[in-house]
């Protein structure tokens, strides 16, 4: 509805419609100057360009070189035999594929959780009035402000209680992690679809409550189909967000009375890179991190214009 | 039907208040509590000590030093970062063929974005973990492998790096190369911020600018800039955020997490240190309490100054 018209906009500005004669003279006159600044431009741009891919690009080539050629020729992008090897030996002996199970099974749980709860909470507040509805509110937007180190120790204090109680929900468990993460990306969540819900029309909720839909019928078969392009939006920046969180799960993933640590991806690169400093395994550690971020480079390239504008958006509200 | 809606309202709330209370807020009314304590860790006592923590907060050298060191990368980040983001976006958008419908900005300035944006995408470890091996000290690291093969550095003297506490500006040699880290991460992403805030700019005032003899120069810091006040003002309270979490880079990439020798010590870092190596609890929630008071007034302080009135278009 709202992208619609947005579009409309767009192409209303970029139409070439409006005539300015007075401007081909002058752009001919600083053609030249123009070409120099183009030139000028392109030089820094590719340097910068360069700057971003270069370091990434090395570390692929040295995830495909042993560890020899990485001690020997640590410069080369191009390894003289491709080892594919070093990919198997980070995902068992690098445990690289317990993490990304791990990490796949919580964001699973937990970034449908976040949309879900998130946007129900939104939804209500922004279009009920009751009493306490500001208090609610504000009270999720303060935990933009405060910083999640402050909340360490108690957190850490509170889940390991929890799990005395409720194993599943003490330190370590998928399930902890979860609901952790849940909560704390619920702000961001509400705030954000709060002022989405906000902006939909009024008559359709009503028309639909009309035909005898019930409020949580008209919310879930109406409302939230109209919000869909909030919901890709918030989707992205809490799959990115969750996918990359480290701290939360370092504090939290910690071995309890001896069981192997569940860790997720972040966490276990950390351990990873810190180990193999004992263990010298270079072309292990690069293999690791191109698995690491790979498969979100290529999520990001192909649809590089919903998360570009999923992320922008965030900071734009 | 007012039933309806009560019910309805309960039960949507219900359980994401439940987990907020739970996970979010009660761990920080904890915080604040325990800060007036001397509590250790796990079991021990815990005593009521009123504000000891916090005057000793005062007087805490290792403090002190952490809370320049946050206040550099607050002002540093957001700097670096808006400035080299906005010359790459004059750059993208300034660039290119001239016509009525002012500047098109340059050839493959698309394809320029999506490369620029790729290490927002990537995870503050992966990008951590990446640059420890860029920056290592000895001749398999990429920048000093570099600088040797050309003969810039002494391969028995390579630079240290985030191992360097020398001071250069008055400030330690490490934070200036974890600082290189942020901006080289944040430019590509603030740059695709002001470039969409450049383009939703209607064309109509850029075509009023040039028919009044303005070249792209002049239009550009005499319309463009002005009218991207407000995105910079809220880029830079987001970078103030991101100033206050380097503690990543810090945990990953510095000797013993704040070194060596605690050049690189950041509040995230002494509190972390302090609650878990340490197990002084109270005192790590004090600075808690420090550090959140003091991102509050900074939050309140910023959305004051860059407040304006708003240009409507």
Redesign the interface.
């Known amino acids: 509805m709202s992208t619609a018209t947005h579009g409309l906009g767009r192409a209303d ?2 139409s ?1 419609s ?3 004669p ?2 081909r003279a002058d ?1 001919r006159r ?1 053609g030249v100057g ?1 070409r120099i ?2 030139g ?3 030089l ?2 590719v340097v ?2 360069l ?3 270069y ?2 690009v ?2 692929v080539m ?1 995830a495909l070189k042993n560890d020899s050629e ?2 020997r020729e ?2 080369s992008l191009i390894p003289s035999k491709l080892h594919w090897d070093n990919f198997a030996r980070a995902w068992t002996e690098g445990h690289l594929g317990s993490f990304f199970l791990n990490t796949v099974l919580v964001l699973a749980g937990s970034v449908t959780l976040t949309m879900l ?2 946007s ?2 939104a ?3 922004a279009r ?1 009035e ?1 009493r306490g509805n500001r208090l ?1 509110y504000y ?2 937007l303060s ?1 933009l ?3 999640i ?7 850490f ?2 889940v ?1 209680n929890m799990g005395i109680t409720f194993p599943l929900l003490g330190p370590n468990k998928h399930l902890m992690l979860i ?2 993460y ?3 990306s ?2 961001f969540t ?1 705030f954000f679809m709060h002022s989405f819900f906000r902006t939909l029309p009024d008559s359709i909720a009503e028309a639909a409550m009309v035909d005898g839909a ?3 019928r008209t ?1 879930f078969s109406v409302m939230l189909p109209m919000a869909k392009p909030g919901l890709i939006s918030i989707g992205i920046f809490n799959v ?1 967000g969750q ?2 969180q ?2 939360l799960p370092t504090l939290l993933m910690q071995s309890v009375a001896g069981e192997p640590k569940h860790q997720v ?3 276990g ?2 351990e ?2 810190v180990n193999q400093g004992y263990k010298s395994d ?1 072309s292990g ?2 293999a690791g ?1 191109t698995m ?2 790979l498969p ?2 290529i ?3 192909v649809f ?1 214009r919903q ?3 999923g ?2 958006a965030g ?2 509200k | 039907m007012r039933h309806g809606v009560a019910r309805f309202v309960t039960g949507f709330l219900a359980l994401p208040v439940a987990l907020y209370l739970l996970y979010v807020v009660w761990p920080f009314v904890q915080a604040a509590g325990y800060s007036l304590t001397d509590w250790g860790g796990f079991s021990g006592s815990q005593n009521f000590v009123g504000l000891d923590n916090y005057v000793r907060l005062l007087s805490d050298e290792l403090i002190r030093k952490a809370f320049w060191h946050n206040v550099f990368f607050l002002v540093t980040v957001p700097l670096f970062t808006i400035a080299l983001a906005l010359f790459l976006a004059f750059l993208l958008n300034v660039g290119g063929r001239e016509d009525r419908a002012g500047i098109r900005g340059v050839f493959g300035s698309g394809l320029y974005k999506i490369i620029f944006f790729f290490p927002q995408v990537l995870s503050l470890v992966v990008i951590a973990v990446m640059w420890q091996q860029i920056y290592r000290t000895d001749g398999q690291g990429l920048i000093n492998g570099m600088l040797i093969k050309i003969g810039l550095v002494d391969a028995d003297n390579p630079i240290a790096f985030t191992a360097d506490p020398e001071p250069f500006l008055g400030v330690p040699a490490v934070l200036w190369w974890l600082l290189l880290i942020a901006v080289w991460s944040g430019a590509g992403f603030y740059m695709v911020l002001f470039s969409a805030a450049m383009q939703s700019i209607p064309k109509d005032i850029f075509e009023a600018a040039i028919l009044d003899g303005a070249n792209r120069f002049h239009t550009f810091f005499r319309v463009t800039l002005p009218l991207l006040r407000d995105t910079i003002s809220v880029a830079w309270v987001y970078l103030g955020f991101i100033a206050l979490d380097m503690y990543a880079l810090v945990f990953v990439m510095t000797p013993s997490q704040g070194g060596p020798n605690h050049a690189s010590e950041i509040f995230a870092s002494v509190l972390n240190f302090t609650a878990f190596q340490k197990g002084q609890y109270g005192y790590a929630c004090a600075m808690g309490v420090a550090l959140a008071i003091f991102t509050i007034l900074l939050a309140a302080l910023q959305l004051r100054i860059t407040r304006r009135d708003r240009i409507e278009y």
């Open positions: 500005q970029a070439p409006r005539p300015a007075v401007r752009a600083a123009a600044f183009n000028f431009s392109h820094f741009l910068w360009a700057m971003v891919v370091p990434l090395w570390v040295s990485v001690i640590p410069l709860l998130g129900m909470a939804y209500a507040l009920y009751f609610i009270m999720f935990g402000t405060l910083p180190y402050l909340a360490a120790v108690p957190l204090k509170g390991y609901v952790v849940v909560a704390w619920l702000s509400i019930s409020h949580t919310f990115l996918w990359n480290w701290y991806l972040s966490q690169l950390i990873l890179s270079w550690l690069f991190v690491a971020m979100v480079l999520v990001y390239i590089q998360v570009q504008s992320l922008t900071v734009g």
